[in-house]
Every structure is written in structure tokens, then in C-alpha cells.
């Protein structure tokens, strides 16, 4: 993998850059749809590539081991021949499943052991064992196995996971740099930054982690319910410290002023459930600010759903139309909405990344920032 610079904003940390892969190039700053069980979920592969222009999509090791398996994408020739998607793809290493799995999981030296959510059974995760699943899922960015501390976190318990996350990665790394690629195409191991919101612990891991002098570095443990401010404030503090020529993963963020805010601080990737997630449950994010399609409002509103969009479906289709499909549970309604916020957060990074290279993205942002957290 290699990443190239191509710009800077003047007046804020914003960057646009290029990250080449055997699967494709990937202009950042970008949006990453997640793929959880190997699909985007309610989009087809040609609808992502066609009308949302996604360059890169994200699997879940956790959701992928278990299901379908590993012996079943291995003899796919891995996740790209399994789901049909020829660009770049990235994994998790299922450490914020791990994290989410409080009730089922026990969090040890060598590893994490945890039961199914869906049938019970057992099974552990350890930084070797995770760098070989994600090499036979196949993706071209694996991440390192990490602890995600819960929020609020307790300073010692901060500490101490964030020092069995740092001997996690030298495993990480041994075992990756020890192993090669299953299906003939390179693969790039991230590491992950954690420390909760401690200054201290952030800066602690930001240097350890750009020790190991990889390709390219994640944040990890942000939007976990920790204030924005608090989201932002340790990530200027993180990027201050990684290295400007690699590029910048800021995992799990977030809805569309995160992003412009964390771009302006340096970020060069995101990825979240909430476009997808959200669109299912009838909230819309457009230029001008949030829909609830849910309500009444729209009942009767036969306006495109977003106005001088390129996207098909916002052009040849209403508001009202829309309202229908979701109130009335409809799949083409999750599929409408779900097309339309994906297009909508590939738009906006596509955008920054135009003013960034103009050198406008500074007062761009402020505008933007303004009108995307209005409801309408």
C-alpha cells in the first residue's frame, strides 16, 4: 500500500491525499460503507460502485468467522470473490465486537474468549489467531487486535488495557510479518490508537504506535459516547503525533459534522453503521439537514427526495413516496434510504476533498457545519 499527500487546507489540517492498493486507489478523504457480514447492508455491490461511488467497504472478522466461516470464504478465493466487490476492502479485527459483547466475554493476556451471539458457543480471539482469519478473509487493510475501552473508563483500567493493546500489537505484528497474503494480492496491517479521553494515555499510544512504523494508523475507542468535544480534542491531540505521510483512520466516526470536524483536524479515513443504520429507521441526511421521514410533515410532500441530487432514486422519487415505503416496513424503503445516505456521506468527503485542493474547505466546513445538524 502506498499513500501520496496532494494537498492541504491553509487554514485548518484538512488533507487530501491517494492511497493505492492492488484493488484499486482510494482518494482521501473517504468514507468506508460497512459491510458487517460481508454486505453493505439493503445495497447491492453494483449500486455501491455505480450510484454511491464507494471506493473501499469494510467486513466484520467477528460477524465474518462466524458466519459464513473461514473455510467457506477461503475456498471463495476470499471476501472480494465471495461478495462479488473487485476495490479495496478493509476488516476490523473484532475487538469492538468484543467490546460490545460485555455480557460474554472475558478479556485475558492471550486473548479474548467470547460465546457466539448465535448459538452460544465458544471460541477465542488472539492477536496471532485474528491476523490469520483477517489474512483469509482477504481484505487489503487487516487492523490490529485491540481492547476498545468502554466510556466513561476508569483511569487504571485506561492504562492497563492500553498497555495489553500495546503487547497485542507487537504480536499483531510478529505474526503478520511472519505470514503472507492467501490469494495473491498485498496486504497492510493498521494499528490502533487507544487511551479513552486521557490526554496522557492518548499521546503514550500515538508514539508507540507510530514506532512500529506501518503503513497507515487507526484511532480507536472515540464515539463510544464520549461528548464530541471530547472526540475532537483527542484526536488533534493523536494526530499531532502520527506521522503526516501516512494516512489517518479514525474508526466508527461518525455523523456528517464528526466527519467535517475531524477531517479539518487531520483525519483521511472514517467508516459508521449510522448511514445505513439510520436510513433503515427513516432519518435522511441531506445538504440542508436532517429528515425524519417518519413524520407527518411529509405525508403529503411530493418533492424529490433531495433536490438537485445526481442520485437516481432522490430524483425519481418523492418524499412522500418515501414515507410510505418506511411507515409501512417495506424493504425498497430501507433500499431508497439506504442508497440515499450513502451517497449523501460520499458526497460530502468527495466535496471536502475538492476545497480542500482549492484551498476553501476552511469556511466551506463552517457553512456546512451550520446547516447539516439543523432538523428539518
Given amino acids: 500500500m502506498n499513500f501520496k499527500l496532494q494537498a492541504q487546507d491553509p487554514l485548518s489540517k484538512a488533507r487530501a491525499g491517494e492511497i493505492t492498493t492492488d484493488h484499486g486507489t482510494i482518494q482521501t478523504p473517504i468514507f468506508m460503507p460497512v459491510g458487517t457480514a460481508g454486505t453493505v447492508k439493503a445495497v447491492h455491490q453494483h449500486e455501491l460502485l455505480n450510484d454511491v461511488n464507494a471506493q473501499i467497504i469494510l467486513g466484520n472478522t467477528y460477524h465474518l468467522y462466524l458466519r459464513p466461516g473461514l473455510n467457506t470464504l477461503e475456498q471463495a478465493g476470499g471476501l472480494h470473490k465471495f461478495n462479488g466487490w473487485d476495490k479495496p476492502i478493509l476488516t476490523d479485527s473484532g475487538g469492538y465486537q468484543v467490546y ?23 471460541h477465542l480471539f488472539t492477536p496471532e489467531n485474528v491476523m490469520d482469519t483477517q489474512r483469509t478473509i482477504g481484505a487489503d487493510i487487516i487492523m490490529a487486535f485491540d481492547e476498545c475501552t468502554p466510556y466513561p473508563c476508569d483511569y487504571n483500567y485506561a492504562r492497563r488495557s492500553l498497555d495489553m493493546t500495546h503487547r497485542w500489537l507487537k ?20 494499528p490502533i490508537v487507544q487511551g479513552s479521553v486521557y490526554k496522557d494515555l492518548r499521546i503514550k499510544s500515538a508514539e508507540t504506535i507510530a514506532s512500529f512504523e506501518r503503513e497507515g494508523n487507526a484511532i480507536g475507542g472515540l464515539s463510544v459516547g464520549e461528548p464530541a468535544e471530547e472526540m475532537y480534542a483527542m484526536t ?139 432538523r428539518l
Fill in 171 to 190: 504480536r499483531c505484528c510478529d505474526r503478520f510479518d511472519s505470514t503472507e497474503p492467501k490469494y495473491g494480492y498485498s496486504q497492510t496491517l493498521f
Fill in 236 to 374: 488533534e491531540v493523536v494526530c499531532n503525533i502520527l506521522p503526516e505521510q501516512k494516512p489517518r483512520y479514525l474508526m466508527g466516526v461518525g455523523t456528517p459534522v464528526n466527519i467535517l470536524e475531524n477531517i479539518a483536524l487531520g483525519i483521511d479515513m472514517f467508516d459508521c453503521v449510522m448511514p445505513t443504520r439510520n436510513a433503515r429507521n427513516g432519518m435522511l441526511f441531506t445538504k440542508d439537514g436532517i429528515i425524519n421521514i417518519r413524520n407527518e410533515k411529509w405525508k403529503n410532500d411530493f418533492s424529490a427526495i433531495e433536490a438537485n441530487s445526481d442520485l437516481h432514486v432522490d430524483r425519481h422519487h418523492t418524499k412522500a413516496y418515501l414515507r410510505h415505503l418506511i411507515t409501512s416496513g417495506e424493504i425498497l424503503g430501507a433500499q431508497i434510504a439506504s442508497l440515499h445516505n450513502l451517497h449523501f456521506y460520499l458526497w460530502l468527503v468527495n466535496t471536502a476533498r475538492e476545497k480542500i485542493i482549492a484551498g476553501e474547505f476552511y469556511e466551506w466546513k463552517k457553512t456546512m457545519v451550520n446547516r447539516l445538524g439543523q
Fill in 100 to 122: 460490545s459483547l460485555t455480557e460474554v466475554r472475558k478479556i485475558k493476556e492471550e486473548g479474548v474468549t467470547f460465546r457466539s451471539h448465535i448459538d452460544g458457543s465458544k
